[in-house]
Structure formats: structure tokens, C-alpha cells
């Protein structure tokens, strides 16, 4: 196959990616979590015992957000662990399209302060995802998808 026949595929690859999604609707295109729920709340499950985690001593990058967040933690259902609760305190400044462009989105600081806190509360380290190698790679259909995820995985695969 020829660069030009592959970089064409690629694109319309993409371009039936974007209608499905479009058709679909933007629930469709968000990943599990990406849309925040009216109470503000956010969770995440870690394979701890609830009495393990005290809301007063918090992970240090739940710690790093201070006064901005209020944290709740309880017991997991069925005895899975326990549920680590954050919201932000002051919800005003709404979180939008602008916000996560400008890089100054705090639900988007928030998601990601939970899931490094669950690292380093169950693994004791903040795991780091190796970069992808450089250089030039040869332009495939499936190629061109992952590109575009790899893009959006940094903003919690938000758009």
C-alpha cells in the first residue's frame, strides 16, 4: 500500500470516526466519568480499608488543593475497599470547552488529583506512562486512531 492510498484511509478513518460520534451524540464520545454529576461529587474506589484513610491527612495531590475541595470517605459496597469522595468547594466557575483549552479546568485538576491519590494510596507511587517513541511512523488506519486518542488522554480523554 502506498503512503498516499494509507494517509487517505487514514483520514477517512478518522473523518467516519467524527460522524459516528456526531450521530451518536457527545455522551458517545465522553469517557466513563468525563461528565461531572450535578452534586459536584467525585469518587474513586481504593483497595484500602476505610479506616486506612483519614480525610485530615489527605494524599499529597488531594493535599495540594487545600481549601478548594471538601473530601468524604466511606466504605465500598460489598466490602470492595472504600470510596474516596472530592468536590470543589466553589463550583462558580464552571468548567467548559474554554477552560480545559486554556488549561485552567479545576474539575479537570480534581479528576486527575483522585486518580493520583488512588495510585499513591495503593501502589505508593504516581505511575508515569512511558512517551511514545519518535520518529517517523508509518501511516496506518489504526495508527491515525490511536494518534488521536493519545492526544486527548492528558485531558482525561476530554474534549
Given at each position: 500500500m502506498s503512503p498516499h492510498v494509507a494517509a487517505r484511509a487514514a483520514r477517512a478513518g478518522g473523518a467516519l470516526v467524527d460522524q459516528l460520534r456526531s450521530t451518536?451524540?457527545?455522551?458517545s464520545s465522553s469517557p466513563a466519568g468525563a461528565s461531572s454529576p450535578t452534586s459536584g461529587w467525585l469518587a474513586v474506589t481504593v483497595?484500602?480499608?476505610?479506616d486506612e484513610l483519614d480525610p485530615a491527612s489527605l494524599p499529597a495531590p488531594l493535599a495540594e488543593l487545600?481549601?478548594?475541595?471538601?473530601?468524604d470517605v466511606r466504605p465500598a459496597p460489598a466490602?470492595?475497599?472504600?470510596?474516596?469522595?472530592a468536590r470543589l468547594i466553589d463550583r462558580s466557575g464552571r468548567s467548559g470547552a474554554a477552560s480545559r483549552l486554556s488549561g485552567s479546568d479545576a474539575e479537570a485538576e480534581l479528576r486527575s488529583?483522585?486518580?493520583r491519590a488512588k495510585q499513591l494510596i495503593e501502589v505508593g507511587e504516581v505511575l508515569a506512562v512511558d512517551p511514545a517513541p519518535h520518529g517517523k511512523r508509518t501511516a496506518t488506519p489504526g495508527?491515525?486512531?490511536?494518534e488521536s486518542w493519545t492526544k486527548d488522554a492528558p485531558a482525561a480523554g476530554v474534549r
Open positions: 451518536l451524540g457527545p455522551s483497595l484500602c480499608q476505610p487545600g481549601d478548594r475541595i471538601e473530601v466490602d470492595k475497599g472504600t470510596e474516596l469522595y488529583a483522585l486518580r495508527g491515525a486512531l490511536l
